[in-house]
């Protein structure tokens, strides 16, 4: 088992640029998770998913936007890139069962 | 909003010295778990917690979560180089809403 994958690793783009990060899991979780960390800031939850074709918002969502077609997979959308948005984000799922989560690589990400 | 104080934000001990982080919140939770994030990696699940006074051990890791179920501690004893990293705890209020992240308490072991 991969567990939680994302691509891509790493990742730079221009203001105004738009990007998508994806996030694959192989655990048969129900939900799926996008965060972002930021130097003394901990992780704030972005967007999450309680199962296949839905979704709902976290603490900072605004300029993302997500979509979950297929269980296995959470992708991430970034529609105008700023520099604000310059993080390190991580996808995460857990079952809902136990809810322990497993996070994947993380994407670091930077906006110039 | 639900709030996660993690206490302190840093730490720095001498190799075999002992270290203790703290979690409170200001509402009761329905349980907390505990992760480690080592530096440029991924947090990684380490423990969750879901009785009152509740006491789980994994071999130097202590982990309590309080009578009341609004605070937890993980305690490390004999600390070691490889205990380096970021320590995390996170709260839930119920089984179905998003657990909150404490900003964590980064361990620095001098050898």
């Known amino acids: 088992n991969a567990g939680v994958t994302q691509t891509p690793k790493f990742r730079v783009l221009k203001t105004g640029q738009s990007m998508t990060l994806l996030c694959a899991q192989d655990m048969n979780h129900e939900y799926m998770y996008w965060y972002r960390q930021d130097p003394g800031m901990g992780l704030r939850l972005i967007h999450y998913?309680?199962?296949?074709?839905?979704?709902a918002k976290g603490e900072v969502p605004d300029g993302y936007n997500v979509s979950r077609l297929k269980k296995q997979n959470f992708l991430l959308g970034l529609e105008s890139a700023a520099p604000s948005q310059t993080s390190v984000y991580f996808c995460?799922?857990?079952?809902?069962?136990?809810?322990?989560?497993?996070f994947g690589p993380g994407t670091r990400l930077t906006v110039t | 909003g639900q709030q996660v104080m993690q206490i302190p934000q840093y730490q720095h001990v001498q190799e075999g010295e002992d270290f203790t982080t703290y979690c409170n919140s200001s509402?009761?939770?329905?349980?907390i778990q505990w992760y480690k994030q080592r530096p440029g990696g991924h947090p990684v699940f380490l423990i969750q917690l879901v009785k009152s006074g509740e006491v789980k051990k994994q071999k130097r890791l202590t982990f309590q979560f309080g009578e009341a179920k609004k605070n937890s501690s993980l305690h490390i004893t004999a600390t070691q180089t490889t205990d380096v990293g970021t320590y995390f705890c996170?709260?839930?209020?119920?089984?179905?809403?998003?657990?909150?992240f404490g900003k964590g308490t980064r361990l620095s072991v001098i050898a």
């Open positions: 509402t009761t939770l329905s349980n």
């Open positions: 996170a709260e839930r209020l119920s089984g179905n809403t998003p657990l909150v």
């Open positions: 995460a799922s857990s079952s809902d069962r136990t809810y322990e989560q497993y």
């Open positions: 998913s309680v199962g296949e074709g839905t979704t």
